[in-house]
Structures are given as structure tokens and as C-alpha cells.
T-cell receptor, first 117, second 116 residues
Framework: GDSVTQMEGPVTLSEEAFLTINCTYT??????LFWYVQYPGEGLQLLLK?????DKGSNKGFEATYRKETTSFHLEKGSVQVSDSAVYFC????????????????FGQGTILTVHP | GAVVSQHPSRVICKSGTSVKIECRSL??????MFWYRQFPKQSLMLMAT?????????EQGVEKDKFLINHASLTLSTLTVTSAHPEDSSFYIC????????????FGDGTRLSIL
């Protein structure tokens, strides 16, 4: 079945440091890939997405590129802020990005990011 | 603003009590909603898929009689934890499938359930 593997945390960085959180996946076909962020005590928010190979998703300074050859979707940010402290989840789903047929989400285990001033 | 509202945000109750959690889609009709459980510092575990007007589909290992799901309207799904015990204490999150296809699901803010 489908699976998502994230780098283990927690990750602790100083403000303005470079961030990479690795994510690799196993799936048949052509899944869509996502990064979600969860702030303390809250639900999940979609951070960015990519629906086909070589697509780059970006939002709030975060980026991730859908690499089919390496089955990866690593999250990066050039300069993190204290407000970026949260848990980050990589996820995939099947379905047509342009339609309404997204299937179930498969999540990675989550990576806790703490950014210090 | 939030498109999925989950209520209550926190519940503390005695062992043996049944607890109902509501999940509402605010600006779209959701034929499909999902219920997740999240343990501390762990990922989300899908418990069940809630389909409007029909029975929920439970994931393997989830007790149907323990976690009752009702999806009686296109904007509301409820999860009832029956006769809750301390081991049921957890963070429960609902989501609703986005009918417009912009993203897979919109998530509620979760319910922290603590059983004493």
C-alpha cells in the first residue's frame, strides 16, 4: 500500500537558519503530494501541494518539488522564523487534482520543528 | 477563515460517560467527512470515513460500537465516543472532503478529549 516516510525529528533551529525536512513516498501510479502544518492545539492546514512530477509547490517561503525519480518531496525554507515552530506532515493521495475525486490521505509521521530566537 | 468547525475544542469527563463531537462544514456541502485520532507526538490515524446518508466506513481495528458516527446532513457529522475510558483520551480531528477539488480535505481544529 501507499506510505510516506519523513525524517525523524525533532528539528531545532535558530532563527534565519535554512530548513530541510525530508519526505519520501511509496505509491503506485501518480499520487498528489502535500505538506501540512499543525500549530499547537490546532488541526492541520495545507501548506503547499504538487500534483505531478517536477511541480514545485510554494507558500509562505516554503518550497517542495515533486521528484518522481527519487520519490521525494522534501520541504525547504531559506530562513525560518520563530512563528514557523509547528509540526509538519508530508502526505499523499490519489485522485484527479482538477476534479473532486481525491482519495484518502496517507500521512507521514510528522516532524516537530522548533525555532529559537 | 475556517471552513470546517469542530466542537467542542476540549472535553474533560468521567470514565463511563459518552461524549459527542461535532464537525460542521461551513461554506460547502460535504458528502464525505473523515475522523482521525492523534496520539501525542504521532501522526494522524484515520478512524473512519463518514458518508452522508449511509453507514460510515471504519478502518481496521476501530470499534464501530465504541465510536459511533452519524452523518445525517451535508454539513454535519458527529462522532460519539461511547462509555469512554481513560485509554480513549486523545486528540480527535475531523475533516471534510473539498468538493471543489482545490485540496483533498479541510480540517477542523480538533477536540482534546480527557477521560478521568
Amino acid at each position: 500500500g501507499d506510505s510516506v516516510t519523513q525524517m525523524e525529528g525533532p528539528v531545532t533551529l535558530s532563527e534565519e537558519a535554512f530548513l530541510t525536512i525530508n519526505c519520501t513516498y511509496t505509491a503506485t501510479g501518480y499520487p498528489s503530494l502535500f505538506w501540512y502544518v499543525q500549530y499547537p492545539g490546532e488541526g492541520l492546514q495545507l501548506l503547499l501541494k504538487a500534483t505531478k512530477a517536477d511541480d514545485k509547490g510554494s507558500n509562505k517561503g516554503f518550497e517542495a518539488t515533486y521528484r518522481k525519480e527519487t520519490t521525494s518531496f522534501h520541504l525547504e525554507k531559506g530562513s525560518v522564523q520563530v512563528s514557523d515552530s509547528a509540526v509538519y506532515f508530508c502526505a499523499l493521495t490519489r485522485g484527479d487534482a482538477g476534479g473532486t475525486s481525491y482519495g484518502k490521505l496517507t500521512f507521514g509521521q510528522g516532524t516537530i520543528l522548533t525555532v529559537h530566537p | 477563515g475556517a471552513v470546517v468547525s469542530q466542537h467542542p475544542s476540549r472535553v474533560i469527563c468521567k470514565s463511563g460517560t459518552s461524549v459527542k463531537i461535532e464537525c460542521r462544514s461551513l461554506d460547502f456541502q460535504a458528502t464525505t467527512m473523515f475522523w482521525y485520532r492523534q496520539f501525542p507526538k504521532q501522526s494522524l490515524m484515520l478512524m473512519a470515513t463518514s458518508n452522508e446518508g449511509s453507514k460510515a466506513t471504519y478502518e481496521q481495528g476501530v470499534e464501530k460500537d465504541k465510536f459511533l458516527i452519524n452523518h445525517a446532513s451535508l454539513t454535519l457529522s458527529t462522532l460519539t465516543v461511547t462509555s469512554a475510558h481513560p485509554e480513549d483520551s486523545s486528540f480527535y480531528i475531523c475533516s471534510a472532503r473539498d468538493p471543489r477539488g482545490n485540496q483533498p480535505q479541510h480540517f477542523g481544529d480538533g477536540t482534546r478529549l480527557s477521560i478521568l
